[in-house]
């Protein structure tokens, strides 16, 4: 009697667990991030024919304010051409803006703001990123970190080491380490920013990634889900290409003078990438550049590729 007692107890027991487990919500992580791309910050340049140089200033400290209205930021990452030439001046003036942002920033460096002949080497960027930025810990141009349990960032360098390009290039040593990284990441979302994008947003020559092949291979080892946050071509672009995600981010300096704010949720089964598109409140700015900028509707982008809902199903 005892032993018929005994067990249905546990029957119950399990059958009162399998209830209340079933009854869970799924398991479900969030981040939220914002991407500043081509600020082009410039204190003495005249404008462009497609940049609004002069209010570089004016335009980046509209986006700061705007980043820190919004609530739970987990951190800024500028996806490089953060100045128009690689002046010293130059980029201590746009770090002391940037230090107004509430939230931790990182920088990606893209192919405006560092030189081989003149002070702003790479090694001397991360130098003056190392001292005047607090959450700048790496010692090399391309770095990751784990900004929230579940999430990984690597941020990667494809400037060229040598002579003046819009080319980008991975070095074998970079893409060895990205390799490495990803092999231990499998478990987590992976945000990769990198100034040039590998999926262009579209076609031109000079600027693609000489070694574009060579990235993809590397990528494509890997079915966790990815997103590659890029800027360079100035123009607004969401591509999904099985588990991973190509996101093109347009100039703040020129039209439609926008940036992203990025939220991430991260479930058993899925990632869900929820994009906000945030342009200048700065209209007048806004309406000056598009008038400079030919073939406007290629920066901005088509709806899909500003505000958008994207999910990438776990494999």
């Not at 204190?43 to 209205?69: C, F, G, H, M, W």
Request: proline content about 4%; charged content about 25%.
């Amino acid at each position: 009697m005892k032993k018929i007692l005994k067990d249905s107890l546990f029957i119950l027991f399990v059958v009162t667990v399998m209830f209340f487990v079933s009854d869970l919500p799924s398991f479900s992580r969030t981040m939220k991030f914002a991407q500043l791309s081509d600020i082009h910050y410039s204190l003495v340049r005249d404008d462009t024919s497609y940049k609004l140089l002069s209010k570089t200033r004016p335009l980046l400290e509209d986006a700061i304010s705007q980043i820190n209205s919004h609530k739970n930021i987990k951190f800024v990452m500028i996806t490089g051409d953060g100045i128009d030439r690689p002046k010293k001046d130059d980029f201590y003036s746009l770090i002391s803006d940037l230090n107004t942002l509430k939230y931790p920033w990182y920088f990606v460096i893209g192919n405006h703001d560092t030189t081989t002949s003149g002070y702003l080497t790479k090694q001397n960027l991360v130098k003056i990123l190392q001292e005047e930025n607090p959450s700048y810990k790496f010692d090399k141009t391309y770095y990751t970190f784990k900004p929230q349990a579940g999430f990984r960032v690597i941020a990667l360098d494809g400037a060229k080491n040598k002579g003046i390009s819009s080319h980008g290039v991975l070095p074998k040593e970079e893409l060895d380490w990205l390799d490495e990284i990803l092999s231990k990441s499998k478990n987590d979302v992976v945000l990769i920013f990198i100034h040039f994008p590998l999926v262009t947003p579209y076609d031109s020559k000079n600027h693609e990634i000489i070694n574009a092949e060579e990235f993809k291979t590397v990528l494509k080892k890997y079915k966790m889900p990815i997103a590659v946050f890029s800027g360079h071509y100035h123009a607004a672009k969401i591509t999904k290409r099985d588990n991973i995600l190509h996101v093109s981010t347009p100039t703040l300096a020129g039209y439609p003078n926008a940036f992203r704010i990025i939220e991430v949720k991260d479930k058993s089964d899925k990632v869900i990438f929820k994009f906000e598109f945030c342009e200048t409140n700065l209209k007048d700015l806004q309406a000056k550049t598009k008038i400079m900028t030919l073939g406007g509707a290629i920066f901005y982008g088509k709806p899909k590729d500003r505000t958008a809902e994207i999910t990438i199903e776990k494999k």
